[in-house]
DNA sequence: ATGAAAGCGCTAACAC
DNA sequence: GTGTTAGCGCTTTCAT
């Protein structure tokens, strides 16, 4: 018996991870093709046969080894998903979505954070297409040039996930932020608010639908929209002190401020209860991603909402749409949004 | 030429995940072991060789197959993550930490939801021992008994967190949550208050600090403690609804209650202020989690705060000091939780 | 410093 | 219905 690994004494025990479809053929009296096909294909084989193998991978507790097959098949069954942060609820119940699909369908997940940074996007796209994944979710339609031939090398199919763009790598599932943006702006001017300030996270999206909301209110109400902006993530202590800096710099009042995010947005409102400063009076304001507690706040939060349920299911049939050669799922899927208005603007 | 999954003309394109170290030997006039070399070791391969290789590289796009790897190798430089869910901000942000340190040291994550169910947990732990990887983390130290077993046969580091036992499959990483039970119960007793309610999810974790709760806290005071129990995840709406249920069963002026996640409690302060009811004065509140809204509520909510990074942080640790064969860890690691007192109680 | 050979545990193709 | 054979693309060992 040749070697390698194993050095000699180092006698296997069969049991666990370590037992092969080989081992169980031994036990069961067949091939070990046979066992593979009792596990891919049990109508393929006959039911003594059957039952005798599943004796044996009942008493090894044999778990087949989806590497060796992954390797032969050139299948691996796994999807690589990669999101900004899980700790951000918008993407966590995309991906809780999106994952359930796929893992109703044999699929399981592969998750990297990538921080907003096309640079951690691209070295993660790199170690997962390693792993040879079926397919690859990515959260926004800006990549690196290295990520994109990466990608399109790959030839696997990839869904492009919170953003649409008529130009995806190969789907994208999501809305337009600029129309997002455009979009509170009208509502705010139809509102009757004349004035208008912003708080902005350091995320392009936000930062685009930032701007469209600038660009548009300026276009309706003629003046000027101050803001503050931070490069990190949306917080709610942040979101308290982007007014503090506001009513700093002259705030005007009876102003609506647009928030990037429902952290900051009750921030805002935090920081306006503690001044003794009245919603929507003195300040409006308007949130984004209408998470659960936007509606219960008091006032309660005008959001912008996004439906990331239907984000992540859209985007699990997109893909499962690709494998099975579909046609039925056109290339760029708009969810759009909408303004929940409530109290507080 | 043999063929086999390729028909003949099927011609295949040297680029990107298709090309293999042989291909990029070929290019480099090495060998494909050579090439091999020049990425495991580059240091046992002359600078020469290594540009010729490295320029091949960069020519075709090539990404090592890790799948071909692990098999070779067995070992996967996969780490498998099970947690409840994603979209609860305790698990989410447990999870950040550990990622970050586990793909710091060239690992990456397989993530799967379980939901709080034993038997989702089970056919996770089956698929994702089937994908090899080199550890698992799990929450919780309840597993069914298949599980159990088919971990050990596995033969691989396995850390549960977010609970301890002095039984660990491998080694755990939490808090006992008898003793954070026990701990509220004397925090509100000694606060002064001698009757309280609790609102629960339905998570095993959430019950048992419910019920060491109401254990002691009846040690202390006498009286009966009623409750609402959920058999959902926590949820701002389901602590309102709480709140309501609790006043119809006529729950006492003046107590305290008990909720399971700091949802719950904002729930309960909002559906409060909706009534008119003043908290502490006709209701006092503690909650748990000390998400970070917590501080910033109105009033400001107690409750009992877990470093959810420290958690992350010390799991991944454990798994890597087993990978060295470092004894410098302990197989029980307890992280403890902080009482948060605020305004709320 | 480099290469040849063996084999990881499966699936795919083809025979019988 | 079952077996045989030939890989999948790497890593490991051993030789040079």
Redesign the pocket.
Same mark, same amino acid.
Request: aromatic share 0%; proline share 3%.
């Given at each position: 018996m040749?070697s390698?690994?194993r050095k000699p004494g180092d006698g296997r025990r069969i049991s666990g991870g370590?037992v092969?479809?080989?081992d169980i053929?031994r036990l069961a009296g !067949?091939?070990? !093709?046979?066992v593979?096909?009792a596990?891919?294909a049990p109508a /393929? !084989?006959?039911p003594?046969?059957l039952e005798r193998i599943r004796d044996a991978i009942r008493v090894t507790g044999f778990v087949?080894?989806a590497v060796?097959?992954a390797?032969?098949?050139? /299948?691996s069954r796994l999807i690589s998903a990669l999101v900004p942060s899980v700790t951000n609820i918008v993407y966590a119940s995309m991906l809780h979505a999106f994952s359930n699909i796929m893992l109703g369908h044999g699929y399981q997940l592969m998750l990297s954070e990538t921080g907003f940074d096309p640079e951690r996007e691209e070295a993660a796209i790199s170690a997962h297409l390693s792993r040879r994944p079926d397919a690859l979710l990515l959260t926004g339609i800006h990549h690196s040039a290295g990520a994109r031939r990466m990608l399109l090398a790959a030839g696997i199919p990839v869904v492009e996930v919170w953003d649409i763009t008529e130009t995806p790598i190969d789907c994208c599932v999501g809305f337009s932020h600029g129309a997002a943006g455009v979009a509170a702006a009208e509502f705010a001017h139809a509102a009757g608010y004349r004035q208008a300030v912003t708080v902005t996270a350091g995320d392009e999206r936000a930062i685009r639908r930032r701007n469209a909301f600038v660009e548009r209110f300026r276009q309706l109400s003629g003046g000027d929209v101050m803001g503050v902006d931070f490069d990190s993530t949306a917080t709610l202590g942040a979101g308290r002190q982007a007014l503090v800096d506001l009513l700093d710099r002259g705030m005007p009042r009876g102003c609506l401020v647009f928030c990037s995010s429902d952290q900051f947005a009750q921030g805002v409102l935090v920081e306006a209860r503690a001044r003794g400063l009245s919603v929507p009076g003195d300040l409006a304001v308007i949130g984004f991603g209408d998470q659960e507690f936007a509606a219960h706040l008091d006032p309660a939060l005008t959001s912008i909402r996004v439906d990331r349920d239907v984000l992540g299911r859209v985007a699990a049939n997109a893909l499962l749409a690709r494998f099975e050669r579909r046609a039925d799922v056109e290339a760029v899927h708009d969810v759009g949004f909408e303004i929940i208005r409530r109290a507080s603007a």
């Open positions: 040749k390698r690994a370590n092969t479809m080989a053929g !067949v091939s070990q !093709v046979t593979s096909r596990l891919s /393929k !084989v006959s003594e046969t087949p080894n060796a097959g390797l032969a098949s050139n /299948k």
